[in-house]
């Protein structure tokens, strides 16, 4: 059994966002757990940010998931798989 983790560092956020949201909403039903990370206040806001996610899919959802990540432009995407 493992936990998989994906990485996303969207290196060009202001562009890739409406994006990577599209791709998140669909492949929703296996995401668990969502935690986004910026750099950013008010009228400082960075155009990098990283976001984790706990998926729960199988190994093909997890790997499209990825697929379409990757896809959009200014972002890395990375599976990270923990043996429990």
């Known amino acids: 059994m493992q936990k998989s983790i994906i990485v ?3 290196y ?3 562009v890739a966002a409406a994006k990577v949201q599209k ?3 669909d492949h929703g039903c296996i995401v668990k757990t969502r935690l986004g990370i ?3 206040v008010l009228d400082k ?3 990098e940010g990283l976001i984790l996610l706990e ?3 199988t190994s093909g959802e997890t ?4 697929k379409a990540l990757r896809a959009c432009p200014g972002v ?3 599976t990270v798989a923990i043996p429990l």
Do not use: N, Y
Request: proline share 0%.
């Open 8 to 10: 996303i560092h969207m």
């Open 12 to 14: 060009r956020r202001r």
């Open 23 to 25: 791709a998140l909403t």
């Open 38 to 40: 910026h750099d950013g």
């Open 45 to 47: 806001c960075s155009d």
């Open 55 to 57: 998926v729960v899919g």
């Open 63 to 66: 790997k499209a998931l990825e």
């Open 76 to 78: 890395k995407a990375k």
